[in-house]
């Protein structure tokens, strides 16, 4: 009796055990990509982090960052499929905006540039500055952050207040580096006070890391700022006042443990860590949708053993994106996206507009870029 019923409760257990396991594991989703618009960007690299929509007068404008000048916006009508003209800035004299590593169009009159190493944000309407924010005044230097320097910085504007996010100006040293530095700013844009806040989350403490595992990116939607750490399964939500309210969890069974290394010279060692990202897989993006309650976040991995690579650019190429999806009004981890070879770019742009989320694929026949809209199915 007594051996029936410990063999009754060990299948039980097992079958507990089972199921949590399959929970845990990600739903894969069939899904669609419908190409919705192919840019030619002469003379100019065609790709670039730097993409924003917005609906400007009935229509759905894309503003695409020159990453080569660094010194104009161009528009992309994506109702009519027409460039449109750019929008220009002076790099110096009175309304000079330095070096523009980033920029976020709030109206056509109102468009705030991000110079990082000048530690400046430029409101400008069109090419006529109206005021600039110093991103240092008020911070203690320890506190200090610079503004992320290749993708756009800015999330955008919750009740009065920009809020960016960036690099510690703090030099990285000791073992509790990750404990104590902060990575987001807001700038109340009428008094131009500067308030830091969000630091990195338990699992990076105390511990030395690589700079490609604390590169944050962070997104907003509902006054709420979303904020994805590299390394963290899950996915951090805070409000205007860098107060965190929530987190929700959103991994990919593709990550596994990223050991952390020994000192702080081997977290330096850039090839070494490159290998350990990819080789473990690593999140990088995350986006909010405008329309539609979801937030996508990204996955960097690969499929290949790194042993087999000398180099790090013999590995790179072996690169995977995969897309995770999440339903914020259901509160439900939806699925994940593993695109077919060759579909998109390895590594696509990226972008979210009135009807939902674009990806690009360069075209091999001309200096083009195709973008397409994504659906699925659950």
Not at 220 to 242: A, G, T, W
């Amino acid at each position: 009796m007594n051996t029936r019923f410990l063999t009754l409760s060990l299948i039980l257990l097992g079958l507990v055990f089972f199921s949590c396991d399959e929970e845990d594991k990600t739903k894969p989703l069939s899904y669609q990509l419908t190409h919705a618009f192919r840019l030619v960007v002469e003379d100019h690299p065609l790709r670039t982090w730097s993409l924003q929509t917005k609906v400007i007068d009935g229509e759905e404008k894309l503003f695409f960052g020159d990453v080569r000048k660094k010194d104009n916006i161009k528009v992309f009508n994506m109702d009519t499929k027409e460039w449109e003209e750019p929008i220009r800035f002076e790099k110096e004299g009175p309304d000079g905006i330095g070096t523009m590593n980033g920029f976020y169009v709030h109206t056509m009159d109102s468009i705030f540039v991000v110079n990082s190493f000048g530690w400046e944000i430029h409101l400008m309407n069109g090419s006529m500055k109206v005021r600039t924010y110093n991103t240092k005044e008020g911070i203690p230097a320890m506190d200090q952050i610079t503004p992320f320097t290749t993708n756009n910085a800015i999330s955008g504007i919750i009740n009065g207040k920009l809020i960016f996010y960036g690099f510690p100006e703090v030099p990285y040293q000791g073992l509790d580096y990750h404990n104590r530095v902060k990575i987001a700013q807001t700038i109340d844009l009428k008094t131009g006070e500067n308030k830091v806040g969000i630091g990195y989350p338990k699992e990076y403490h105390n511990k030395f890391w690589p700079i490609i595992i604390t590169l944050n990116d962070q997104t907003f939607k509902n006054q709420l700022v979303f904020i994805n750490f590299p390394y963290s399964d899950s996915i951090y939500i805070y409000d205007e006042d860098l107060k965190k309210v929530n987190s929700i969890k959103f991994s990919s069974d593709k990550k596994s443990q990223t050991p952390s290394f020994e000192d702080h010279s081997m977290a330096r060692n850039s090839e070494l860590a490159y290998f350990e990202a990819l080789g473990h897989g690593i999140f990088r993006d995350v986006l909010a949708e405008k329309n539609r309650n979801y937030l996508y976040r990204t996955i960097s991995y690969s499929k290949s053993d790194p042993s087999s690579f000398s180099t790090y650019s013999e590995f790179k190429p072996t690169a995977e994106r995969n897309l995770l999806i999440y339903d914020l009004d259901r509160d439900t981890f939806i699925g994940e996206i593993d695109f077919q070879e060759d579909e998109l770019d390895r590594i696509p742009m990226m972008f979210v507009g009135e009807k939902g989320l674009y990806l690009s694929k360069m075209s091999e026949e001309e200096e083009a870029v195709d973008f397409y809209l994504l659906s699925w199915e659950e």
